[in-house]
């Protein structure tokens, strides 16, 4: 259910006992083949599909993300509109406020763009003091794949295991799949810097810069892709909030299932897989691992 659709009597009966999804997303060049809007795409198409396995209620997104380093994005493009931290911080604090003034509990903040994660972290954090009954969880959508699954697409693909993510073949296929319309598959083009950077330089050399801001090869990238990874993202998230975000008795199909530890857990490389973070405002923090993507 989208609230955004909702008139406020449907809302003011719907927001106590479901979950309650904020896309977060942002506002920049994907290459020649994916639109601008790609982050917010995905994040609120997944959350539609999440409505489908449980009860949720999902948001209005938010369209606009924090700086990349443009070492991950081959350079500036234009398009790119970006906010600063310190703003999405607020954005994402003011709006879970209200949401829990009206009687929401549960939410879950799913992150499309990759600078966004610890200024969502920093809100979940900030909402304590006046929260106390929520309980939230961050997740970045790649953080429900698996290293597993990466591996295998990119030896089916016959490429390297690069960063498939940006604009290339993981993002595309699952565009080719969420929504097909928006991806133009006649520019669909491999691009790469001429020098990859783990450390930021400023101004970015030129060496470090793509042609068309796509990371690495977008070429091989399809729907059918697309659904398996789509598919490891809900059902793990699924699993997550079952145990992370408990519903009411009942609320949650299969929640009975996944009381203890997602069954995945122990199948993914732990320097790769990170457990979203979960806050209790009791001041604990719990189910946390090592970051990555």
């Not at 942002?26 to 917010?40: Q, R, S, W």
């Not at 966004?116 to 969880?137: K, W």
């Not at 793509?210 to 990238?221: E, H, L, N, P």
């Not at 399809?222 to 997550?240: S, T």
Request: aromatic share 6%.
């Amino acid at each position: 259910m989208r609230a955004g659709e909702m008139t406020w009597p449907e809302y003011q009966d719907s927001v106590s006992d479901r979950l309650c999804v904020l896309p977060v997303g942002g506002t920049g060049a994907h290459g020649p083949h994916l639109p601008l809007g790609t982050d917010t795409i995905v994040v609120t198409e997944l959350a539609d599909l999440l409505c489908g396995r449980m009860p949720c209620l999902v948001l209005p997104a938010i369209p606009y993300g924090c700086r990349t380093n443009p070492v991950r994005t081959g350079g500036e493009f234009p398009g790119n509109a970006d906010i600063r931290g310190t703003t999405l911080t607020a954005l994402v604090t003011e709006v879970v406020a209200a949401m829990y003034e009206q009687g929401a509990r549960r939410f879950l903040i799913l992150n499309g763009h990759y600078a966004n994660a610890p200024f969502i972290f920093e809100a979940c954090a900030d909402l304590a003091p006046a929260a106390p009954e929520a309980q939230l969880m961050t997740v970045s959508w790649w953080d429900m794949t698996t290293e597993r699954t990466r591996d295998a697409i990119a030896r089916e693909c016959g490429v390297p295991r690069a960063d498939d993510n940006h604009a290339a073949i993981v993002e595309t296929s699952i565009m080719m799949h969420l929504a097909p319309p928006s991806v133009r598959t006649d520019r669909i083009i491999d691009d790469s810097a001429e020098q990859v950077f783990r450390h930021t330089v400023l101004p970015l050399p030129s060496s470090a810069r793509t042609k068309q801001g796509v990371v690495f090869r977008a070429s091989g990238a399809n729907a059918a892709i697309g659904a398996r990874v789509v598919d490891e993202i809900l059902g793990n998230l699924v699993r997550e909030i079952a145990v992370n975000l408990p519903a009411t008795t009942g609320d949650v199909p299969g929640s009975e299932i996944f009381a203890g530890e997602p069954e995945y857990a122990e199948a993914v490389l732990p320097d790769r897989y990170a457990f979203p973070s979960v806050l209790e405002f009791d001041g604990s923090a719990r189910s946390t691992a090592p970051s990555g993507s």
